[in-house]
């Protein structure tokens, strides 16, 4: 009853016409919440598959147009053969659990990153649910899965090159607009807030491009652990800056 009643006082404190259209989340702190409690890491990681539940509907109900989750880093392959394999079961039991209420809910299911490093089975659900949302139009819910950004960058440098070897381009062609339509998240806005949990004060190569006027919002809230409110206090704060996009302050004022 407290956080129903924190979160209502919160939500009547929030500009519903100024939402981010894309926010981006680095969901970190799921080994420390385990080791905190003595626990083994997976006990982390699926409580941390909990709040992803949360969070998702919550922006869903606030009509947020995109949300993506950094889920598995390509250095994330490092981790002990045991956890991975856990992560990706996790995977699966989450596309299980979630498909028929992404559908209900008018949620279409993305996924950017290298998916076919992914083991045989995680790479079939992924298709499985992208299939079956593929014209939900409520919001996108985007998993970064062995997905890199300097990695993604430079897929997208041969894929430019490839195109001015073709003669299907113009070296003198290529600008940000062009360059931007060959990274994995072409199809979404770029993210307008991204969030990070833990207390980490860093990106972690996730969207090195994409968020280069993004709002940052760091937390000491361990992944496990972040809800509703504290979803509510960083979008509350996003309102209150000023995004300048290098003008200054008296330029914005005046054109708005």
Request: aromatic content about 8%.
């Amino acid at each position: 009853r407290r956080i129903y009643l924190a979160l209502n006082k919160l939500l009547k404190q929030l500009d519903h016409k100024k939402l981010p259209r894309h926010i981006a989340i680095i969901m970190d702190g799921n080994g420390r919440w385990a080791k905190k409690r003595f626990l083994p890491r997976i006990a982390g990681h699926r409580s941390g598959a909990k709040t992803v539940d949360k969070i998702v509907t919550q922006c869903r109900k606030l009509g947020i147009e995109a949300l993506t989750l950094y889920s598995f880093s390509d250095e994330n392959w490092n981790r002990p053969k045991k956890e991975i394999d856990t992560l990706m079961s996790l995977l699966r039991e989450y596309l299980q659990k979630e498909l028929d209420t992404m559908i209900k809910e008018d949620i279409r299911f993305n996924t950017i990153g290298h998916i076919e490093d992914l083991p045989l089975f995680a790479q079939e659900m992924i298709k499985e649910a992208e299939e079956k949302t593929r014209n939900k139009k409520g919001m996108v819910l985007t998993l970064a899965l062995s997905y890199g950004s300097r990695r993604e960058i430079i897929d997208a440098v041969k894929k430019i090159a490839e195109k001015v070897e073709k003669r299907i381009i113009k070296v003198d062609s290529i600008n940000s607009d062009l360059f931007s339509r060959e990274l994995y998240t072409n199809d979404l806005p770029e993210p307008d807030l991204l969030i990070r949990t833990s207390g980490e004060l860093r990106v972690s190569n996730y969207l090195l491009y994409q968020i280069a006027y993004t709002e940052l919002f760091f937390t000491k809230v361990l992944w496990p652990d972040f809800n509703e409110t504290h979803l509510l206090k960083a979008l509350i704060e996003f309102q209150n800056r000023v995004r300048r996009y290098g003008l200054t302050t008296e330029q914005i004022i005046k054109n708005n």
